[in-house]
């Protein structure tokens, strides 16, 4: 079983940045691809990135390629989204998810994630 938290949602103005955090409770977090998902009102919930175990391999959806980075710290049982130019239509709940991976496997499908966090909100005004 593994538990997600993640932080540093909030409110930001458009162009803005925000960096969001995940910690893993488990004592064997790099068996585990990462990933963050992202629901807004109204909206089904889809995929933002993800990061294989070792790191080495990641994927985006178009809609925040270039301007999103995640990364995971493997000492510290941690991954983060950095987000840059921040557009109002990021707005939304953030989800950190985890499943047991093989070597550089990532996928983008929610289905695949077993574990999943309580979410944080990002606002983003115009």
């Known amino acids: 079983q593994v538990q997600l938290v993640e932080s540093g949602g909030g409110s930001v103005q458009a162009g803005g940045s925000l960096t969001l955090s995940c910690a893993a409770s488990?004592?064997?977090?790099?068996?585990?691809?990462m990933g963050w998902f992202r629901q807004a009102p109204g909206k089904e919930r889809e995929f933002v990135a993800a990061?294989?175990?070792?790191?080495?391999?990641?994927d985006y959806a178009d809609s925040v390629k270039g301007r999103f980075a995640i990364s995971r710290d493997n000492a510290k049982n941690t991954v983060h989204l950095q987000m840059n130019d921040l557009k109002p239509e990021d707005t939304a709940v953030y989800y950190c998810?985890?499943?047991?991976?093989?070597?550089?496997?990532?996928?983008?499908?929610?289905?695949?994630?077993?574990?999943w966090g309580q979410g944080t909100q990002v606002t983003v005004s115009s």
């Open positions: 998810a985890a499943y047991l991976a093989y070597g550089w496997e990532i996928v983008a499908r929610s289905s695949r994630f077993d574990y």
């Open positions: 488990t004592r064997t977090f790099t068996n585990y691809a």
């Open positions: 990061i294989s175990r070792s790191g080495g391999n990641t």
